[in-house]
């Protein structure tokens, strides 16, 4: 629990004051009746004394000055917040590469089925965009609520030579900042999940773009497409293409995010596990102040009804 106004706490300090004062009132009393020495008549004219009774409505009375003190310095508790900004980027590996048929039907057909579905599964409450990459890296559907659009973005996709991993980076990282009016100084809540085979050959490097992706802290998690046993036909020739795990988890890791791989279903659904939680919701602080006062008023009241029904009244 947090304190919206803790200056005001310092209230508490009188409590001891008033216990204090209660317990020299009671002592007091107890000197009074010693002065009357006639014991005998004394047991005759007094009362029967109301033993721990007479302490009860004292007691509830300080527990409710304690609970409004309290609840003067406006008590707060964290309440989870969805984040109706958050932002995932989805950027699809297009180079030459992805055709290689060792993953069923091949690379590129089951990164675009899995990129769709990504879209289709992930809540409500984010926007998504698009980035396509091979030699270079475009947004090729900006971030929004239309899951429509990103997923025909994706069916639109083509083939290209070379891959930019780092530029795929830094293109999603450029889309999130332009999200809204206040994304350059106020950027939303983001993660970027690229699908790749796994070697940059073109623009800038994996770990510049760790670096920058650490820098607006948006952590960008990974899924490798391919085996080592993966060819390709280009111009008529056969290329291996073997898929480069340790780029994609040095990216994955260094950014802050998890590497992942197609052929684990299992370890797919972790990505909406981990996004879900680091961007779904915001802890805000909610006054409480309320509660306190409530407890204050039944404890008030206890103490009135034991005063009433035990000495017939109010304390």
């Known amino acids: ?41 004394l047991a005759e004219v007094a009362p029967r004394r109301p033993g721990w009774r007479r302490h009860v409505a004292a007691g509830l009375f300080l527990a409710m000055m304690l609970i409004m003190m309290i609840g003067f310095a406006r008590p707060a508790t964290g309440v989870k917040v969805p984040r109706d900004r958050a932002t995932v980027m989805v ?32 809540p409500a409450r984010f926007n998504v965009g698009v980035v396509s990459f091979a030699g270079n890296a475009s947004v090729v559907a900006a971030p929004s609520a239309d899951r429509q659009a990103a997923i025909a973005s994706i069916d639109q996709l083509v083939l290209a030579k070379r891959t930019a991993i780092g530029e795929a980076v830094f293109a999603s990282l450029q889309a999130v900042r332009s999200f809204d009016a206040e994304a350059r100084d106020d950027p939303p809540p983001a993660h970027i999940v690229l699908l790749s085979d796994g070697d940059n050959t073109t623009g800038r490097s994996v770990g510049e773009a760790v670096d920058a992706s650490r820098t607006a802290q948006i952590p960008v998690s990974t899924i490798a497409f391919g085996t080592p046993y993966g060819t390709v036909d280009i111009e008529g020739e056969t290329t291996s293409v073997s898929v480069n795990k340790e780029t994609l988890r040095a990216l994955a890791e260094g950014s802050g995010g998890k590497p992942y791989e197609a052929a684990d279903a299992g370890q797919l659904s972790e990505v909406y596990d981990s996004i879900g939680s680091s961007l779904g919701f915001k802890i805000e602080h909610r006054d409480v102040a309320a509660r306190f006062t409530g407890i204050a008023l039944l404890l008030a009241l206890a103490a009135g009804g034991a005063s009433l029904a035990w000495f017939s009244r109010l304390p």
């Open 91 to 122: 950027a699809v590996d297009v180079s030459l590469s992805m055709m290689a048929k060792d993953v069923t039907p091949d690379r590129f057909e089951a990164a675009k089925s899995a990129a769709k579905k990504f879209i289709r599964d992930l």
């Open 1 to 41: 629990m947090t304190f919206l106004s803790p200056e005001r706490l310092w209230l508490l300090a009188l409590l001891p004051v008033l216990a204090a004062a209660y317990v020299v009132l009671q002592m007091r009393r107890g000197k009074y009746a010693v002065r009357f020495t006639n014991l005998a008549l």
